[in-house]
């Protein structure tokens, strides 16, 4: 299992956590979705054989996210 960081330019309200939650979650491969408001942050776990790192950073930027940066362990 796979974790990954990605810090968010911003969160602007709780629904955008929800928002970019379900998203992450409805894909094949991801186990555990947190996202942190104040930190702007989202952490994952996710089956590297099954999605990748970038497709994760994929999705968020697609729902309109901008990500700073992502850390890969």
Not at 4 to 33: F, H, R, T, W, Y
């Amino acid at each position: 299992m796979n974790k990954a960081i990605l810090q968010l330019d911003a969160l602007s309200c709780p629904s955008c956590m929800q928002k970019i939650k379900g998203a992450l979650e409805k894909q094949d491969g991801v186990e555990n979705v947190k996202v942190l408001f104040n930190a702007a942050k989202v952490k994952t776990d996710f089956d590297g054989d099954k999605i990748s790192a970038d497709k994760l950073s994929d999705t968020v930027t697609d729902l309109g996210y901008e990500v700073q940066s992502m850390k890969v362990k």
